[in-house]
């Protein structure tokens, strides 16, 4: 069983910076993709960025030029750096890992239990 587990979430002011880590209890370059989602009060879950096996990357446009989404393979550990925060950045990151297997590419999704990331005005 995959187990992903975040970390680096707090409070911090608007205009200020967090880095999440999420760890993975496997090799994170067994998965198509790992990726940040968010859930704020009262809205959905949304995708934040997503970087694949093969190291693309896509951001949300309301992070773009903001965050970074990025890996360290030796370590299991994808990352989010997050810059000037917005107190629209308010929500709880969850991490997560696809892998699409067999012939019908069927998607298994893995989530970590969520970080709680504060921006103050």
């Known amino acids: 069983q995959v187990q992903l587990v975040e970390s680096g979430g707090g409070l911090v002011q608007t205009g200020g910076s967090l880095r999440l880590s999420c760890a993975a209890s496997?090799?994170?370059?067994?998965?198509?993709?790992m990726g940040w989602y968010r859930k704020a009060l009262g809205k959905q879950r949304e995708v934040v960025a997503v970087i694949t096996s093969g190291g693309s990357t896509n951001y949300a446009d309301s992070v773009k030029g903001r965050f970074t989404i990025s890996t360290d393979n030796t370590k299991n550990t994808v990352y989010l750096q997050m810059n000037s925060l917005k107190p629209e950045d308010t929500a709880v990151y969850y991490c997560?890992?696809?892998?699409?297997?067999?012939?019908?590419?069927?998607?298994?999704?893995?989530w970590g239990q969520g970080t709680q990331v504060t921006v103050s005005s």
């Open positions: 496997g090799s994170i370059s067994s998965f198509n993709a």
């Open positions: 997560n890992a696809a892998r699409v297997i067999g012939f019908f590419q069927k998607r298994y999704d893995y």
